[in-house]
């Protein structure tokens, strides 16, 4: 039965993991790490746990695990990712495992929804404490921001204020809304650029539409948007990827 809500646990046998009650429990001798990207990180994460993504390259992931493992010897090493269906924290114990030949290294598969649900206390939501887990926000309130690619194109016109926040990597020339649109990445780098943007949006009381490459950075941009009290804004069904399945007739006047 497991394998339904956990496939991780049958994918990965060679890695083991520990559920959400022993996590808790156990939490003053692990090592918690976080494998998803940096933005998720800052968004919502695990009291103390250590940013080590699963995307770092073989020669980083290696010298920090490594360090890691060095500082504190005895403790259990876990990975977690956004839970259930997410494989990263297997993959990212399972790089531990075989290719480092490190031990004590388990998969919390359960993923910081079911923990931030559970324990708020013991949770980082935007850098504080998030106290009450109401403040996570539900998929029905994310549907309600969510507009199909063709639908978001026609409306995100001039008078609105259009936001591109896939990585720079990511826009290789590409923009769907070329002349005005702000392109702006999540990471430190742009976060005064992005601030402006905001600033704007409620100065001039518009509409915000936001996109991404495939539509899953938006759900955790939508915790800033919301904690900047913005409420008038759309995220587009896909991202940019979802443009290509639009039939060029049907974006023509």
Known sequence: MYADDFPGRELYPQVPFIELKDAYEQRENIIFI??????EYETLRINKAILI???LSTSLF????????DEF???????????HNCMKSYKAARRSIVYLGQGNVFSFDA?????????????LLLGKTLTDSTKLLSKNKFKQHLLPAETFIKKAD????????RDRIERD??????GHENSVSLNEKDKVKLAAVLKRV??????LYVYDMVGKQVKWFQYYIESEGIKDYYFMEGGAQAFFDIPIGNLMD
Do not use: H
């Not at 001039?158 to 926040?165: F, N, Q």
């Open 34 to 39: 976080d494998a998803r990207s940096s933005y």
């Open 53 to 55: 993504p699963l995307s």
């Open 62 to 69: 290696e010298k920090k695990m490594t360090a890691l493992r």
């Open 73 to 83: 010897p005895g403790k259990k090493l876990v990975f977690y990712c956004n839970g």
């Open 111 to 123: 993923g910081i929804f079911d923990w931030a649900t559970q324990y708020p206390e013991e949770t």
């Open 158 to 165: 001039a008078k609105s204020i259009v936001l591109d926040i």
């Open 173 to 178: 020339g590409f923009y769907i809304f070329s």
């Open 202 to 207: 409620k100065k001039e009381n518009k509409t």
